[in-house]
């Protein structure tokens, strides 16, 4: 009776060290591996004496801008004495990526010299990092833990195929502005098309020739 007793107490001893009362993230219903946004700065100096890009600067500028691949979610800046002046000059070039110069200019390391222009590119990429995981087996699972790849297939098409990375840390603001035209025309379109059913069965057929 003393050896069995013994062999419970030993059981339950190591059934109470293999379970973990405390909470654990992976035991929501939210997954543990979810999107990271980076924002990364780039800056190109450019000579612009007088408050002027030389057409030559303009084109280092705008090669630049071709060999970073330029594109959607990418947020440039003008920084620098001439900042005001220069805004424009970079704006043409920077449409030609299809994107703007956004006010202001965020910090980056050292002065702009005398007779230059900052040209500041900020990128942000997102990501889900330590993906794919299977770092912990599937079973034994005292804690109800979800395994710990879940959630990296989704999120990382997610990451993957947002234009904007940042829009997954805050929405947009929206202008104030709005055409009622243009918010009704799908209910418009919706409400007079007539029904495809209403045509009838179109008559098909798999025969050459026809």
Not at 39 to 66: I, K, Q, S
Not at 120 to 142: I, K
Request: proline content about 8%; glycine content about 10%; aromatic content about 8%.
């Amino acid at each position: 009776m003393r050896v069995k007793l013994g062999l419970v107490l030993v059981a339950t001893a190591l059934a109470g060290c293999s379970h973990k009362p405390y909470d654990l993230p992976a035991r929501g219903l939210d997954a543990v591996n979810v999107p990271l946004v980076s924002r990364t700065t780039f800056v190109f100096d450019a000579a612009a004496p007088g408050g002027y890009l030389a057409p030559e600067e303009a084109a280092r500028l705008d090669a630049w801008f071709r060999s970073m691949g330029l594109g959607y979610g990418d947020t440039i800046y003008v920084d620098g004495a001439y900042a005001d002046t220069l805004r424009y000059q970079v704006a043409q070039i920077a449409g030609n990526y299809g994107l703007m110069v956004a006010p202001g200019a965020p910090i980056t390391a050292g002065a702009v010299p005398p007779e230059t222009v900052r040209v500041v590119v900020a990128r942000t990429v997102a990501s889900v990092p330590n993906c794919p995981n299977w770092d912990r087996p599937a079973q034994p699972n005292y804690n109800n833990l979800s395994v710990p790849n879940f959630g990296c297939a989704v999120n990382s098409n997610l990451a993957a195929m947002v234009a904007n990375p940042e829009d997954l840390i805050h929405g947009r603001e929206g202008s104030g502005l709005g055409d009622a035209a243009t918010a009704t025309r799908a209910i418009g379109v919706y409400r007079t098309t007539p029904p495809t059913g209403t045509q009838g069965l179109k008559d098909i057929s798999t025969k050459k020739g026809d």
